[in-house]
């Protein structure tokens, strides 16, 4: 691999890491609703919110693209950025589990939905820890 497709593939590395979350997690939706039968739902102040796949996908993206901003941000800023960036990653994927564990409905929902947390976080973080800069 030349110098010149080294750069190309590691510019394509973020982009392609929150598509492969986005279609992990929604393996993982698959699996636990239509297959398992689980009803994804969580209290969100009084309302019941149902998790369908859409708000999987784009919760989904979202949380993806923001950690990708701020992985950019904290790049520009720092050469420990990566380390800073993966450092705030991981607390805010373990915390982040804590509202569904919380707030689902049943032991499935919470557990499900706390799982779904998880596989997201761990594939934005691996996957953009894989397209650092050297």
């Given at each position: 691999m030349t110098v010149l497709d080294t750069t190309t593939t590691r510019r394509w590395i973020?982009?392609?890491?929150?598509?492969?979350?986005?279609?992990?997690?929604?393996?993982?939706?698959?699996?636990?609703?239509?297959?398992?039968?689980?009803?994804?739902?969580?209290?969100?102040?009084?309302?019941?919110?149902?998790?369908?796949?859409?708000?999987?996908?784009?919760?989904?993206?979202?949380?993806?693209?923001l950690g990708w901003g701020l992985l950019a941000l904290l790049e520009r800023r720092s050469a420990s950025g990566l380390r800073y960036w993966t450092i705030?990653?991981?607390?805010?994927?373990?915390?982040?589990?804590?509202?569904?564990?919380?707030?689902?409905?049943?032991?499935?929902a919470k557990l499900g939905l706390a799982a779904l947390h998880l596989v997201v976080g761990l594939v934005v973080i691996v996957g953009f820890r894989r397209g650092q800069r050297r």
């Open positions: 973020r982009p392609a890491t929150i598509g492969v979350a986005v279609l992990a997690a929604l393996v993982l939706w698959i699996v636990l609703v239509p297959v398992a039968g689980l009803e994804l739902a969580a209290l969100q102040g009084p309302a019941l919110l149902q998790v369908d796949a859409v708000s999987v996908a784009v919760a989904t993206a979202v949380v993806g693209l705030v990653a991981a607390c805010v994927c373990v915390l982040s589990t804590g509202d569904p564990l919380i707030n689902g409905v049943t032991l499935g």
